[in-house]
């Protein structure tokens, strides 16, 4: 009997082993998982990309369920998920808040007149200060964010039409309950 | 008279600014915040290309955490501070050495575990087969040793025979 425990043993170990790999290997590794998740969005006042005298700041947008989304002229990825976000805006009320990334302006404003301006208001991060904040380490980022503030969800890489219909809306829909 | 006061306070204007600049100078030049600088950046991850810390990366977020970190560092911060500040935001993963902590105990004194349960195993495995020889060796009867004996002298005959 105690002959088989050491071969049993080793067996189960191989196999818990494998099982961990073939968890492991299967996940990619650029996506992090964020510590904001259930935490309050960080507060920030930053100026409004098409007009610099108006500010916003989170704290306006209690009591809605909105999407944050980090993006820049420099980035090529934010190019294939802006033809959602159109389509999205021109179907009705689409809460979706841009905040430019460490972007010159002149380009920032320029981009949305070339493909259109999807967002609600527009928010100029120049610095990427406020990227820091939220954890922001590859654009584009999108944050969906409660009534009360709380950062819900976190995608990071460009939202697909398949990202949107099976995670980001029903999330979205089940907070507004 | 006046020029007089302007020159004094032109001499003393420009005194001043070097007084200023030195001290500037110093703090950058200051090889223990130089050290300090050095070892928080290399011990931290950049996010961007993981493989590499923020010392050694080229990515723009690197340029801003480094920059971030000399702030940090000038506005008087500990290490231990500085180090908190990137997890709060980037989580476990910004770090090359993470803190021990509930989550990942287990990576930490698994291999000990695993060790200290193999060595246990291995030595009752040995233990266990010395014994079964030596019963082996002990049970053998008096017949038996007996047969043995006559199969080992038979053998011999023949090989002498063999050889005549």
């Given amino acids: 009997m105690s002959r088989r425990i050491l071969p049993i043993s080793v067996i189960v170990l191989v196999v818990v082993l494998l099982g961990f790999f073939y968890k492991g290997l299967s996940l990619d590794p650029k996506l992090l998982p964020s510590v904001l998740i259930d935490k309050p969005a960080p507060s920030f006042t930053l100026p409004q990309l098409h007009n610099a005298s108006l500010s916003f700041s989170p704290e306006e947008m209690k009591g809605k369920v909105w999407l944050l989304n980090v993006w820049a002229s420099w980035c090529a990825a934010c190019r294939s998920e802006h033809p959602l976000f159109m389509r999205l805006a021109r179907q009705g009320d689409f809460p979706l808040y841009g905040l430019n990334y460490k972007d010159k302006v002149v380009d920032a404003k320029q981009w949305l007149r070339e493909l259109g301006d999807p967002y609600k208001i527009s928010i100029s991060d120049l610095e990427g200060n406020v990227g820091i904040d939220f954890g922001v380490y590859g654009v584009p980022e999108t944050f969906l964010i409660d009534k009360e503030g709380i950062i819900r969800y976190k995608h990071v890489g460009p939202i697909s039409r398949k990202d949107w219909r099976e995670i980001i809306e029903p999330k979205m829909k089940e907070l507004e309950g | ?164």
């Fill in chain 2, 1 to 164: 008279m006046k020029i007089k006061i302007l020159l004094l306070i032109l001499i003393g204007g420009v005194f001043f600014t070097g007084v200023l600049l030195a001290g500037e100078a110093k703090l950058r030049e200051d090889p223990e915040i130089k050290e300090r600088f050095k070892h928080l950046a290399t011990e931290l991850r950049c996010l961007k290309c993981q493989n590499q810390s923020i010392w050694d990366s080229k990515a723009g977020l690197a340029d801003d955490l480094r920059k971030q970190i000399k702030t940090q560092i000038y506005a008087g911060k500990t290490d231990d501070q500085i180090v908190d500040y990137m997890v709060d935001r980037y989580g476990d993963f910004v770090r090359f050495k993470p803190a021990i902590d509930k989550k990942n105990i287990f990576l930490w004194v698994g291999p000990f575990i695993f060790l200290i349960v193999g060595g246990l195993l291995l030595v009752r495995y040995v233990k266990v087969r010395r014994d079964q020889t030596e019963e082996d060796n002990d049970s053998m009867s008096e017949a038996d040793r007996l047969r043995a004996q006559a199969i080992l002298d038979l053998d011999e005959t023949v090989n002498k025979g063999g050889d005549k």
